[in-house]
């Protein structure tokens, strides 16, 4: 089992920064894939970012690339999501999961998941 503890969430103006982290207890995330998603009121879960266990490849789709970037830290079984130039459709919870495939397609492909954090965005 792994437990994802996700923090950094909080209120922004548009244009400012936040930096996400997600910690991982019960087993190391070294060979797992780590994914980002979030979710507003009354949307589908939407995915933001993807790193490999490797941390060679990242993966973002049109609506963050450029803005945000994931990494990893393997030693600290940490995941961190930068955002910058926050705009407020950006408001929402934001949630890490962990994926024990290397190329996971969309949520039901992740096997273990955080609570989420909140990041609103105001303008």
């Known amino acids: 089992q792994v437990q994802l503890v996700e923090s950094g969430g909080g209120l922004v103006q548009a244009g400012g920064s936040l930096r996400l982290s997600c910690a991982a207890s019960?087993?190391?995330?070294?060979?797992?894939?780590m994914g980002w998603f979030r979710q507003a009121p009354g949307k589908e879960r939407e995915f933001v970012a993807r790193?490999?266990?490797?941390?060679?490849?990242?993966y973002y789709p049109d609506s963050v690339k450029g803005r945000f970037t994931i990494s990893r830290d393997n030693a600290k079984n940490t995941v961190y999501l930068q955002m910058n130039s926050l705009k407020p459709e950006d408001t929402a919870v934001y949630y890490c999961?962990?994926?024990?495939?290397?190329?996971?397609?969309?949520?039901?492909?992740?096997?273990?998941w955080g609570q989420g954090t909140q990041v609103t965005v105001s303008s």
């Open positions: 999961a962990a994926s024990a495939l290397p190329r996971p397609l969309g949520p039901r492909d992740y096997d273990y």
């Open positions: 019960g087993r190391t995330l070294s060979s797992y894939t």
């Open positions: 790193i490999s266990w490797s941390t060679v490849r990242t």
